[in-house]
């Protein structure tokens, strides 16, 4: 199937783009990489009247660190770019460590990481690594600039706190503490398609202690989602298999993933049990705290 009409933008400044969106408000759509956009819009499940097409702006793409070693990223950041990142690599080791899960290759050369923190897909991985790390989110309009947290920016289905008038101009991710390993671990049927389910997590540790923990999964619940009694369970704990069995049991009686043909809830349950035990024994084995 073919797109439905649409008038086709591309502004050359951010202002232009901005100036666009203010004007035709709901009835447009950011157009970046184009690789979720475009298929929506062939299938007719996504009908903007105007694309405004960001592609031929300059400066988007800048990959930038903190005097605090916090890393910013610009909205023509594309995955296959994150992922020849040695500044992610050293710096954001958790988004770096993301990029190979992302879908194909080819589709990771146009895709940008923040078209798919705005598209907010349930069973994407970066929506979960931001939950995981913390990251904040810079939304503009022509009004402004505003900072969104990481834990109030995804709302539901395909659905964020980014208004119809606002582009998602950069995701910053916290300094990554010396302290602190993680994970990034899924279940797909083949390599490169959405997960089933997926789990990206964060602990900070103090010696073999646990002192801070994220747990963020993907296809487990209508946006990427948190569980903090599971958190909790392992904050005060040792890391290793004792605390990682209490947390996979609370996360798989807690999540109540969506069934699909791909997969029912209950199978999506067992998955998170097993893929929490899975990613926390990864992110420790890292750093030799656990066998
Ligand atoms: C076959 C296939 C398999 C895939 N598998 C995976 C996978 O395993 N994991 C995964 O995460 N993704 C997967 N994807 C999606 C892919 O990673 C996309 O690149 C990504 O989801 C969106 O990035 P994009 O730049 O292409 O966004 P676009 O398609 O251009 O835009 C997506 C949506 O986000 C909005 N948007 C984009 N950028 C901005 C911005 N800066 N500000 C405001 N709104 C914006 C658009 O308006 C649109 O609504 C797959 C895609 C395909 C076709």
Redesign the pocket.
């Known amino acids: 199937m073919k797109a439905p009409p649409f008038i086709y933008h591309r502004p050359d400044s951010l202002d232009d783009a901005l100036a666009l969106l203010a004007e035709h408000g709901d009835e447009a759509?950011?157009?970046?990489?184009?690789?979720?956009?475009?298929?929506l819009m062939a299938l007719r499940m996504g009908r903007p009247a105007h694309v405004v097409d960001?592609g031929g702006i300059a400066g988007l793409d800048a990959i930038t660190v903190g005097d605090d070693d916090s890393v910013t990223l610009g909205?023509l950041v594309r995955?296959a770019t994150a992922e020849r990142s040695t500044v992610l690599a050293e710096k954001a080791p958790l988004v770096h460590e993301t990029m190979p899960w992302?879908?194909?290759r080819a589709?990771r050369t146009?895709?940008?990481v923040?078209?798919?923190i705005?598209?907010g897909?349930l069973a994407?991985?970066?929506p979960a690594v931001v939950l995981a790390t913390g990251a904040t989110l810079t939304a503009t309009s022509i009004g402004g600039e505003r900072i969104i947290a990481a834990d109030e920016f995804f709302e539901g289905y395909l659905d964020t706190a980014?208004r119809s008038d606002e582009?998602?101009t950069a995701v910053t991710f916290p300094t990554w503490a010396p302290n602190s390993v993680g994970s990034v671990t899924e279940v797909a049927r083949r390599h490169?398609?959405?997960?089933l389910v997926g789990l990206a997590l964060r602990l900070d540790l103090d010696g073999d202690t646990i002192v801070d923990a994220a747990l963020a999964y993907f296809g487990a619940a209508s946006t990427a989602i948190r569980v903090p009694d599971a958190e909790a369970t392992l904050v005060g704990s040792i890391a290793g298999p004792d605390a990682f069995d209490s947390a996979a049991q609370i996360v798989a009686a807690q999540l109540e993933p969506p069934a699909d043909i791909h997969g029912t809830t209950a199978y999506r349950k067992h998955l998170a049990g097993v893929l929490t035990r899975r990613g926390l024994r990864t992110a420790t084995s890292k750093i030799g705290v656990l066998a």
């Open positions: 759509k950011i157009l970046a990489g184009g690789q979720s956009l475009v298929p960001i909205p995955h992302i879908a194909h589709i146009q895709g940008t923040l078209g798919s705005a598209h897909d994407a991985e970066m980014l582009i998602l490169g398609d959405y997960a």
